[in-house]
Nanobody, 124 residues
């Protein structure tokens, strides 16, 4: 398994930008499809974005499409989520997730490795 550690969260004003990072360890990072999920207080954890291990093809939730960009740096064993035009409804705890040699998915059940999350708060 590849332990995951998120960072980069913080407080930002609406319309601002943040970059989240998810640092992994292990030599086979390129074999993992990875994703970002988020969970706001009182709500279910929801899919944000994913990236396929085989071709780096990205997938996005409709709510973030055009504003967020997921990317993966295999030599640095780091996953990123670049967030722009942030809205108060983007406020949540953001989690990084991974699964080895799996197809990227919007479903939480696909991923068997999770980080502990990083908090993003967007003020209006």
């Amino acid at each position: 398994q590849v332990p995951l550690a998120e960072s980069g969260g913080g407080l930002v004003q609406a319309g601002g930008s943040l970059r989240l990072s998810c640092a992994a360890s292990g030599r086979t990072f390129s074999a993992y499809s990875m994703a970002w999920f988020r969970q706001a207080p009182g709500k279910e954890r929801e899919f944000v974005a994913a990236i396929q291990y085989s071709d780096d093809y990205p997938y996005y939730a409709d709510s973030v499409k055009g504003r967020f960009t997921i990317s993966k740096d295999n030599p640095k064993v780091t996953l990123y989520l670049d967030m722009s035009s942030l809205k108060p409804e983007d406020t949540a705890l953001y989690y990084c997730a991974a699964c080895r040699y799996c197809g990227a998915s919007t479903s939480r059940a696909r991923y068997n490795i999770w980080g502990r999350g990083t908090q993003v708060t967007v003020s209006s």
